[in-house]
C-alpha cells in the first residue's frame, strides 16, 4: 500500500523531465542553453529561473505539469488589442524567471521559491479540454515567463492545436536561438516585454541584456507568424525619457514595421523597487504621443482608465475601430474581414468575423476539480 509519503515523491517526480537545451563543461558542470543567462551548475543545483536544474547529470525541468493557478481572462489583459478581441483566454503560469526585475509586479510567483506556490495541475490534455468545454479560444501561458517551462508549453500548446485552440505567450524574450525556434513554432500569438531600450536598464535593473530580446523580436517579425504585441512598463526616472521613447519607437517602426502594436503601462512600487512613485497617466499618455508621432499606428496606455488610449482607431481615416473601456469593448467597427467600415482601410491583427463578448471578467478554474468532474456539463461563459 502506498502512503501519503510515497504519493508525494511520486508525485515529485512526475513533474520533473529531461530537456535537450545543454551541455557538459570540462571542469564537471553543466551549462544550460536554454536563455542568454547560461547557467553553469553542478549535480543539484538550480538555475536562477529555479524550475531547471542539474540532476543526473542533465539539465532538468522540475515543474512539468504544475502551476500556480488557472484563470480566465479577457485576452486584452495579456495584453492583446489586435488577437481575437473580447473573447476569453484560459491563462496559467508556474513559478521562477529567467530575469531579475527589482521592479516585478508578479514577484510572488516569479520568484517564488517554494513548490507550494505550484497548487494546481494539469496534463496538457486537460487544459486543452478545459478550454473547449469553458469556450476559451486560446490559453495563454503567463503570470511567469513561458520560456522557462518550455517543454510543458510547447507539449500543452500541440494538445491545444489539436483540438482548434490558439496559443499565447506573454514574455520577455529572453531566449536562446535554437530553443526559441522550437518555443514559437508552437505560438499563435505573443506579448513581448521589452522593459527599456538601453543597456544600463537590462543590466542594473533586470540582470539581464537588451539584445536578445531585440533579437526575439525582430525573429518574430521576419521568420514567424506569430502574431506580436510589446509592452513596456514605464518607470519614472529610469526608463521613460524622451530620448528613450524616441529611440524605441523609432527601432520598432525601422526595424519591425508601423503595424505592431506596442502598450505603455504604469509601474506602481513592488518587490525592490519601492522607492519609486507610480507612472503618472501624463507619462503614459506622452510615451503614446511620441509613438504615433514617430510612425506607429497602434499605441495603447495601460493599467489606467483611458478610453481614448486604450481604443483601436484606423490609421488611414482616422476613425475608432474598436472602443474599449478598460477590458471592455464598446464599440465594433470593423468588418468581418478586419477592415475599417468607413475607409475599407485594414487593420492589422488576428481578428474574427465578430467580436467576442467576455468583458472583464476574471473566472478562476481549478483543473484538477474540473477534471474530476470532466463527466460533468460545464456552463459555457458568454464569448
Known amino acids: ?10 508525485q515529485e517526480a512526475a513533474t520533473v523531465v529531461p530537456t535537450k537545451y545543454w551541455h557538459r563543461l570540462a571542469d564537471g558542470r553543466i551549462q544550460c542553453d536554454l536563455c542568454p543567462r547560461f547557467c553553469k551548475l553542478h549535480e543539484g543545483q538550480r538555475g536562477l529561473c529555479f524550475v531547471r536544474a542539474c540532476h543526473n547529470q542533465q ?11 488557472f484563470c480566465v481572462d479577457p485576452i486584452e489583459k495579456k495584453p492583446l488589442n489586435h488577437f481575437l478581441p473580447g473573447t476569453p483566454v484560459l491563462s496559467f503560469g508556474t513559478a521562477g524567471c529567467n530575469l531579475s526585475c527589482q521592479f ?15 497548487a ?7 487544459i486543452a479540454r478545459a478550454a473547449v468545454a469553458l469556450h476559451c479560444q486560446s490559453v495563454a501561458f503567463t503570470y511567469n515567463d513561458p520560456v522557462i517551462f518550455l517543454e510543458y508549453a510547447v507539449d500543452v500548446a500541440q494538445a491545444c492545436h489539436a483540438v482548434g485552440v490558439k496559443t499565447v505567450a506573454v514574455t520577455a524574450g529572453y531566449i536562446c536561438e535554437e530553443p526559441r525556434e522550437e518555443f514559437y513554432r508552437h505560438m499563435d500569438a505573443a506579448n513581448v516585454d521589452l522593459k527599456g531600450f538601453t543597456e544600463r536598464f537590462y543590466k542594473t535593473i533586470c ?20 502574431w506580436f504585441e510589446i509592452t513596456t512598463l514605464l518607470i519614472p526616472g529610469e526608463n521613460d525619457s524622451d530620448a528613450e521613447l524616441e529611440a524605441m519607437t523609432q527601432w520598432i517602426v525601422e526595424h519591425l514595421g508601423p503595424d505592431v502594436p506596442i502598450h505603455f503601462t504604469a509601474f506602481h512600487p513592488d518587490w525592490k523597487m519601492l522607492d519609486k512613485p507610480p507612472t503618472p497617466p501624463a507619462t503614459l499618455k506622452r510615451a503614446r504621443r511620441i509613438a504615433l508621432k514617430n510612425g506607429i499606428r497602434y499605441a495603447y496606455t495601460g493599467n489606467i482608465h483611458d478610453e481614448e488610449g486604450g481604443s483601436t482607431y484606423c490609421h488611414h481615416c482616422g476613425a475608432i475601430l474598436i472602443g474599449r473601456d478598460w477590458y471592455t469593448l464598446t464599440t465594433w467597427q470593423l468588418t468581418a474581414d478586419g477592415c475599417c467600415i468607413r475607409c475599407g482601410t485594414r487593420c492589422a491583427g488576428v481578428f474574427a468575423p465578430s467580436p467576442g463578448k467576455w468583458g472583464a471578467r476574471r473566472l478562476p478554474v481549478r483543473l484538477r476539480d474540473f477534471a474530476a468532474r470532466s463527466t460533468h456539463k460545464v456552463p459555457p461563459p458568454s464569448v
Not at 539539465?59 to 493557478?69: A, C, E, K, Q
Not at 494546481?120 to 486537460?126: H, N, Q
Not at 537588451?210 to 525582430?218: A, E, F, G, H, R
Open 59 to 69: 539539465i532538468v525541468l522540475t515543474t512539468y505539469g504544475r502551476s500556480s493557478g
Open 120 to 126: 494546481d495541475s494539469a496534463s496538457p490534455e486537460t
Open 104 to 118: 516585478c509586479q508578479n514577484w510572488d510567483i516569479s520568484k517564488s521559491r517554494e513548490i507550494d506556490t505550484l
Open 1 to 10: 500500500m502506498m502512503n501519503n509519503t510515497d504519493r508525494s515523491h511520486e
Open 207 to 226: 540582470a539581464g541584456h537588451l539584445q536578445p530580446v531585440l533579437d526575439t523580436l525582430l525573429y518574430l517579425k521576419h521568420h514567424t507568424t506569430v
